[in-house]
Every structure is written in structure tokens, then in C-alpha cells.
């Protein structure tokens, strides 16, 4: 049986419009870094003008997925997340979120704007949130392999207890999407909190690493992020076997994975904020951050 | 086994990796195990996407400097365009995680040498071989109406020259122009099959530093050295509208170079062809527009954004401009040629 993507789309030419010319020769210092050394863009406010992008990839017709992990008490993050995603996440766009969760009857319904769907699908409850966390590779992997290939052309891979701020759209479409944590952007290579044991298939020696991107967002064309959800869950299975778990779990593999297979696009930390941090001036929008909360609890 | 190229603007390439299902022994009962299927032909293993490049390919350990998010590496120039594409300045890119991520491809080089432009190949394949896709397989293309004209030049290792007739015509300016039809018809006919991107560059030039896969991208165009620092009404586009080529003064991103412009081989068709056709359209109105086939190129490339930009290091006239600070580099420049002596001859 021939698994058959959703076909590939032509280049489609851009209908003229009025936009102001690009100023090639930059007389303001630009704060953010805008190209990766593999001239990868890396996504921030004033990088991009949206109403081109728009126009780009309108004609396209294509459908946005969005995963997200709603098991024991993290199904409570979901209406906020749904709610705000409905606000802010590719509007204009078919999108349809996948909502995987150990207990369907504890997620809300939410209004859904036209051209919008859910699924909610049920995944197995663990007792340890290592588990839950370390399984969620291999379910995405799953997840696009028996349905999701057929139905939507790119997949965002989100923590659900996150909630959209600002504007999320098609500047973020790519082949292979990371995105920068907001813990460690200003930070030299040998303090990111890759995992050091040689013995885990996530090790990373001391002189390796681009950017430390954050396990909460990823994506990409689907056949791009099964590959990736692929190469991390058989990392995660060699681990398992040889008895050791990574520092940050998956994470720690998303980041291995993304030194050999070089994100085509890097969202800024503006993709990836954590609120209890101080919001420097070099970022200019907030678009998607973390709900403060109590771990600990969350995790009992 | 050349896969067919429908007309211009449809859908016309299949899947390129498909995917097998079968059941796997394994822990998990609802787990199965999807085999992927090697790609057989060249062109799709090098499939072209609108907008992405479509492969995300490997690369093993490397040791270099790490970038840094607040520190961008030029503050004196653009270098990314408001829809994405790089343009490549030198300090923008690095060449050892380049290298690799582009390994295993094949470059194809279009280059017309016809009447007395012969004799610009000697020094041009020359400094090609110094500077142009260093450790990459290269295959030379050169259109030419004297086979036996072609010199011989010592070629590194995985470089080939290949020398394709043609006719010439009595106009420089048509055969500047017919450049576009024939690249179009060797596209389909055989660089489909043999490379994996394609540079066509003007032949009255040399390298003079290096050219690297920092370039390829599926379509890319490159910033015409006298009019990098202009307003868009200042572009020398066709401005009547009876031509296809015409652009209205209020748009335009960039003023493109006629002679270096590439990418992959379906969207250098997809622009050759479009090109050759608009050009074949303005000749039966009795128009020709005012660059010829560079006004076409540059009117093509505002509707079909590149995916990458070239900067002026790409290309350069070092007689006719002064080099600004912003040059780093200069990669490839003009070669001095008296234009009445050598044209139309």
C-alpha cells in the first residue's frame, strides 16, 4: 500500500501589488542575527512583510496541522491553548489541530472558526511524565504515517501549555522548522544543556551546536517531520535499551537530530517565550509563551 | 527516462519518494514500519518545491565558530529579502556545513561562446576551475557554433565540458535572446537527467574569487551591479505596455542581471521557457524590450520570487564602477572587450 502525500504544489507566480522596495543597504544595525551560517532564515519581527507572505502562499490552499499532548492534568491547558490558536495561529488558513490526550472526555469543546477542525485522539496514559514525554516522537511519527499525511501539507509539533499572543502565520512554513529556546539564545555553546554522556544517542561534545532550540516547537512539510519524529524516537529506543534517559528527554534528541539535519528555518525566541522572563528589547513581539505554572504539581 | 514537462505553471512532477507499508515484527502491535523507496532518477532526487528546497540533508560532525543570535554578521547591507531568500554577501554563510549539506550533486554551467565570443572560453573555463564549485562535480555547457573553436583546458577531477552546437544569428541581440530557448530545450532534452542545478552565465567574463554552492537554491537571480543602490523607478525595466516585459514604475524588488541566474533544472525550464515564449509573443507584436532577454528575466523574477539573491560580488565591472566598501569580494567581473569590434561580426 503506497503511502500518497498530498500533492506537491508548482510555483505559483505572485500577483502584483504595492509593497515598499527592500532597502538593500541597511544603514540601521539590524539586533537580531537574520541568516543561520547554512543561510537558513532565522524569523523575528521586521524580518519578513506578512501581507507578501500572505499572498505567496494563499493560492496555495494549504492545510496547517498542530499536535499537541493533553495527558492527566495537562488536558486543563487546552482550551486556553484552542482558544487562543483560534485568535492568532494561520488565519486565513485550513488548519487542524490533533489533540492527543488519555482522557477525551475531558476536553472542552471549543469554537472552531470556518476551515478549522479537531480531532482528538486517544493515546495511552502513563504513570511517569518521563514516559508521556519520551513517547510523544514515536506518536507523531505514527499519527503522520496512518492519517495525517493525507490530510495536511505542514505539522507544528506544540506544548500545549503555551497560549498564542501575537500573530503566528506563514512565515513560519518551512521544510524542517526549529525554534530558538528563550533560555539559552544569548549563551555560549559549552553551557547549552545538551546531554554530555557519550554513551546517549543525544550526545553532544563540547565544540558542536548552532542554537539550543526548545523541545516546545517544531515543524515542518510532514514528510520533513516524520522523518525528524522518526530519527528521534529510534534515539530515544537505543537509550531505552542501553538503560539511560537523556538530561531533557526529548528535547535533548530534537537537538542532537537538528545538528546533522540543519533546520531549513529557525523561528527567533518571539515563536518560544517563557513569560517569567524579562522581555528584552531586541524582541519585538511576543507570538507564543508559557502559562506560568506549578511543574511540580502538574507532574504528581 | 525523461520525466515529461507540462506546460507552464502546472503541476507536472510525481511523488518522489514513495512510501511502502508493511507489518514489522515489533513490541509495539500498532506500530508499522514504512520503507522508503530509493529514488531512481537524478531529477527526483533533487525534486524542486515552490517555495522550500525540499531536502533536509545530513551532515557529520563539523567543527566551527558558533553564530549568534545578537550579533548578525553584516549591519551594513540586506541580507535577507521581506519574502526569505538570502542574499549572499560574503560573512553571511559558511562554506565547511555548506559543503556538506551539498555534497553527491552534479552543477551544470550554460555558457554561449558564438561568432567571436569564442574567445572569451580560455580564461573563462580557466578561472571557472580556480574558483566555480571547488570539489563539486561540474558539467561545463558550451553552446557554441564552432565545436572545433573550443579549447582545451586542463579540467579538475568530476568536471566535464560539453560542447553543444548550435546556430548562431545575425543580430547580437537575438542571440543573447535565443539563449533562453535553447537552454530551455537542453533542460528537457538532457540536463533533467545529468545535473542537479543549473548557472547560466554570460561568457565576456572571468572568475576572480570564489563560487561556491552558496548559490543554489530552486531559483535564484543576481543583484545587477549598477543598480544595487537605486529606486525602483530608476530600474531600467521595459516601461511601454505593449511589451510582456513591462513593469509598472511603482513595482519591482531588484534590478536582475541577465547574465548569472540559476537554479534548479524544472525551475530554470519553467523560467527559460517562459522567457522564450513572452519574447516570442513581444517579436510577433513588433516590439523588443529594451534589455532583451534580461527585461523578460527581470519581470519573470518579480512575479517568481527567487529563493536566493546574489549580491553585486557576483557580479561585477570593475572599468565601469568604482568598488564601494560593502564589496568584500569581487567573484566574478568583466572581462574588458570592445563591444563594436566584437558584436554582430
Not at chain 1, 489533540?99 to 476536553?107: K, L, Q, R
Not at chain 1, 485522539?121 to 514525554?133: A, V
Request: some cysteine.
Amino acid at each position: 500500500m503506497k503511502l500518497q502525500y498530498k500533492g506537491e504544489k508548482p510555483f505559483q507566480p505572485v500577483t502584483p501589488s504595492q509593497y515598499p522596495q527592500p532597502k538593500l543597504l541597511e544603514q540601521k544595525p539590524t539586533e537580531l542575527l537574520t541568516l543561520t551560517p547554512w543561510l537558513a532564515p532565522i524569523v523575528s519581527e521586521g524580518t519578513f512583510d506578512p501581507e507578501l507572505l500572505h499572498r505567496i502562499y494563499q493560492p496555495l490552499n494549504l492545510t496547517v496541522g498542530v499536535t499537541v499532548f493533553a495527558v492527566g492534568k495537562y488536558t486543563q491547558f487546552v482550551q486556553h491553548f484552542l482558544e487562543s490558536a483560534e485568535q492568532f495561529f494561520m488565519q486565513g488558513f485550513r488548519v487542524h489541530y490533533y489533540v492527543f490526550t488519555n482522557d477525551p472526555t475531558a476536553i472542552p469543546r471549543v469554537r472552531l472558526g470556518s476551515g478549522r477542525l479537531a480531532s482528538i485522539i486517544p493515546i495511552q496514559g502513563h504513570s511517569r511524565w518521563e514516559e508521556i514525554s519520551t513517547r510523544r516522537m514515536e506518536t507523531i511519527s505514527q499519527h503522520i504515517a496512518e492519517r495525517a499525511h493525507r490530510e495536511i501539507d505542514y505539522l507544528f509539533c506544540l506544548d500545549v501549555d503555551m497560549v498564542f499572543r501575537n500573530p503566528w502565520g506563514p512565515e513560519t512554513l518551512g521544510d524542517l522548522v526549529a525554534a530558538i529556546h528563550p533560555g539559552y539564545f544569548a549563551v555560549p555553546r559549552q553551557q547549552f544543556p545538551y546531554e554530555r554522556r557519550p554513551l546517549s544517542t543525544a550526545f553532544v561534545a563540547g565544540g558542536e551546536g548552532d542554537f539550543y532550540y526548545g523541545g516546545a516547537v517544531f515543524g515542518g512539510r510532514v514528510a520533513r517531520v516524520y522523518d525528524f519524529t522518526r530519527g528521534c524516537h529510534m534515539g530515544i529506543l537505543a537509550d531505552k535499551a542501553n538503560g539511560i534517559m537523556a538530561a531533557w528527554q526529548e528535547e535533548s534528541h530534537l537537538n542532537r537530530r537538528f545538528i546533522s539535519h540543519k533546520p531549513s528555518k529557525v523561528l527567533s525566541p518571539e515563536y518560544l517565550w517563557d513569560d517569567r522572563k524579562p522581555q528584552p528589547p531586541s524582541l519585538k513581539l511576543i507570538r507564543f509563551s508559557t502559562l506560568d505554572k506549578d511543574t511540580d504539581w502538574l507532574r504528581s | 527516462m525523461v520525466t515529461a514537462l507540462g506546460p507552464y505553471g502546472s503541476n507536472v512532477f510525481s511523488l518522489i519518494s514513495t512510501w511502502q507499508r508493511e507489518e514489522s515484527q515489533s513490541q509495539d502491535t500498532h506500530s508499522v514500519v514504512l520503507q522508503r523507496m530509493q529514488p531512481e532518477k537524478k531529477e527526483s532526487s533533487e525534486r524542486d518545491c515552490h517555495l522550500d528546497t525540499c531536502r533536509i540533508p545530513e551532515v557529520p560532525r563539523l567543527v566551527y565558530p558558533k553564530a549568534q543570535l545578537l550579533k548578525p554578521t553584516r549591519v551594513d547591507v540586506l541580507v535577507m529579502t521581506p519574502w526569505f531568500a538570502p542574499i549572499i554577501w560574503d560573512g553571511t554563510f559558511d562554506s565547511a556545513i555548506l559543503d556538506a549539506q551539498f555534497r553527491n550533486i552534479t552543477v551544470g554551467l550554460t555558457v554561449f561562446a558564438i561568432k567571436k565570443y569564442v574567445v572569451f572560453l580560455k580564461l573563462f573555463l580557466e578561472t571557472a576551475e580556480k574558483h566555480f564549485m571547488v570539489g563539486h562535480k561540474v558539467n561545463y555547457y558550451v553552446f557554441t557554433d564552432q565545436p572545433a573553436n573550443v579549447p582545451q583546458i586542463p579540467l579538475q577531477e568530476g568536471r566535464q565540458v560539453v560542447v553543444l552546437e548550435v546556430r548562431n544569428y545575425k543580430r547580437w541581440q537575438d542571440i543573447s535572446m535565443h539563449r533562453m530557448e535553447m537552454i530551455s530545450n537542453f533542460s528537457q532534452q538532457r540536463f533533467l537527467r545529468e545535473v542537479h542545478y543549473l548557472v547560466c552565465l554570460d561568457v565576456d567574463m572571468k572568475f576572480s574569487d570564489h563560487v561556491g554552492v552558496e548559490i543554489l537554491a530552486p531559483l535564484f537571480g543576481t543583484l545587477h551591479p549598477g543598480f544595487y543602490r537605486g529606486d525602483r523607478q530608476s530600474f531600467t525595466y521595459e516601461r511601454r505596455p505593449l511589451s510582456q516585459a513591462y513593469i509598472p514604475r511603482d513595482e519591482g524588488d531588484f534590478y536582475y542581471a541577465g547574465g548569472f541566474f540559476g537554479g534548479s533544472v524544472p525551475e530554470v525550464y519553467r523560467l527559460t521557457m517562459a522567457c522564450h515564449q513572452v519574447m516570442m509573443a513581444d517579436q510577433a507584436n513588433g516590439i523588443e524590450a529594451v534589455w532583451h532577454d534580461e527585461s523578460h528575466l527581470n519581470r519573470y523574477l518579480l512575479y517568481h520570487k527567487p529563493s536566493k539573491v546574489l549580491s553585486p560580488e557576483y557580479l561585477w565591472d570593475e572599468h565601469m564602477l568604482q568598488r564601494p566598501p560593502l564589496l568584500r569580494k569581487l567573484r566574478y567581473v568583466a572581462v574588458p572587450k570592445n563591444h563594436a569590434e566584437i558584436r554582430n561580426r
